[in-house]
Every structure is written in C-alpha cells, then in structure tokens.
C-alpha cells in the first residue's frame, strides 16, 4: 500500500518564498480546491491520505515533499534552504515516524527534496540555493552504508533538480536541458519539455501513472505520443507560489 502525506494550503501562501518567479496574486479558495483535487486524485491512484492541517505561520507548508526524503530504510527529515521553512519539518516528521526510522539533515547543511531524484538505489542531488554541498555530504553519509549510490548535480536557472527532470515512467525521465547538464542520465530515455514550456519537467509518477499540471498541453501531449498514461490536475495557482506536482505530496510504501 502507498501512503500519501499532503498537508492543506495555508492562508499565508501569498507570502510563499519566491527566488526564480514573479509574485502573483494567489486565490486562496481556488489554490484549496485544485489541492484537494490533487488529494483526490492521489487517493483515486491507490494512496491511503494522510492529510495535515495548515498552519497560517508557514506559507510554503502545503509543500510537504521538500521536509523529507522518504526511502525504504528511513526518512531524512531536512534542514530548508529558506530559513522560514525549517518550523515545518516538526508535523511532517511526527508523521513519518509510525512508518520510518527518523534522522536529520543540521546545521551546516541545507537540503529540499525537491532536489533529491530518486531512481532505484540511485540519488541525484541538486546543489542549488536551497540545497547545499554539506547537505549533499549529509545525506550521502546516511545512504552509501544502505547500498544507495549518491550523486551530486549542479542546478541552474531553476529552483530544484525536480524542476529540471522527473521520472515519467520506469525507463524515461522528463528534461528541461537548459537548467541541467543530462551526461549524468544520457543511460535513461530523455524526454524533452517543449520549448515554450521550459517549467514543464516536474512529473509525479505513481506506479505506472503520471499525474502532470494541465498548464503545459504542449508538453503533454509529447508525453502521450510517448506513450504514457497521463493524469492531468490543474495546480495554476500553487505553480504561482513555485509549486509542482511533485512538491505537494510525500507518497511511499506503507
């Protein structure tokens, strides 16, 4: 069984952190209904829900996946890049421990998850401006002695790595090739995002299906020519506070 963490929209998303996009107006009441589709279509793809509430002192929390990284063995609770997200990891790592061993990225590390690409017993960690080479090196620390290989990627132009490439499929990963250097994944079938849709690469991929924002069609449909089973879910406003797919939910096997 797959459990999703998602937790509800805060009434302070206006005041999200922001470093690569513009501040928008974000409608509140539409940002909770497109979450809760999002919830919905996590629970309708098999994910028993746990869903936490919002805190109105956290404006990026409905962002659950950047606190932690969920593998088999353990879950690595995060130290943010953003100094007003790190209050966020208490709930997430309250919830977590009925399921995983708990450790911690500290001081001086600096990690989100939304740079760390899992794919199988490899870990692709973006060192961006939120994640941080004594973060990387933290991380490696708990997962070589698991078996899992680590390896470090230099993100530019982009928030995360998992704004630049996702895993679509068991053979495929989504591409942005102008933020990321792909020698690293020249082994995987690269898709690339169409040209006018350069923050289309974030993809979440729940066994064989993909749920993907409905706010990049071209990219989409690029996708469906490759053959992939697509969900769309429509995340405008949350993509105005540099949100995705991927950073709204922590899935991992029960």
Not at 20 to 49: F, K, N, V
Not at 86 to 114: K, Q, S
Not at 165 to 179: C, F, G, K, P
Not at 205 to 219: A, C, E, F, H
Request: glycine letters at 6%; a negative charge.
């Amino acid at each position: 069984m797959l459990i999703a963490i998602t937790r509800e929209v805060s009434p302070g998303i206006q005041n999200c952190e922001l470093t690569h996009t513009e501040r928008r107006p974000i409608d509140l009441a539409l940002a909770r209904q497109q979450h809760r589709s999002y919830q919905d279509q996590l629970a309708m793809l098999g994910c028993q829900m746990i869903n936490l509430p919002a805190d109105p002192n956290l404006p990026d929390s409905v962002f659950v996946e950047d606190v932690a990284i969920v593998l088999d063995e353990l879950a690595v609770i995060t130290r943010p890049g953003a100094e007003s997200r790190r209050p966020e990891t208490t709930a997430v790592a309250e919830a977590l421990a009925p399921y995983r061993e708990v450790v911690n990225i500290v001081f001086p590390g600096t990690m989100d998850d939304g740079d760390v690409l899992r794919i199988g017993k490899s870990v692709c960690v973006g060192i961006s401006s939120r994640t941080n080479a004594a973060g990387f090196e933290q991380l490696r620390d708990f997962l070589v002695p698991l078996g899992y290989s680590v390896i470090a990627v230099s993100v530019s132009g982009c928030l995360h790595l998992k704004s630049a490439i996702t895993q679509v499929s068991a053979d495929a990963l989504l591409v942005n090739r102008d933020w990321i250097a792909v020698d690293l994944f020249n082994h995987w079938r690269l898709i690339d995002v169409h040209p006018d849709e350069p923050h289309a690469a974030n993809a979440l991929l729940i066994g064989d299906k993909v749920v993907y924002p409905s706010s990049y069609p071209q990219t989409s449909q690029h996708l469906e020519n490759e053959g992939l089973s697509l969900f769309p879910i429509d995340v405008s406003e949350l993509i105005k506070a540099e949100g995705a797919v991927t950073c709204c939910s922590l899935v991992f096997p029960s």
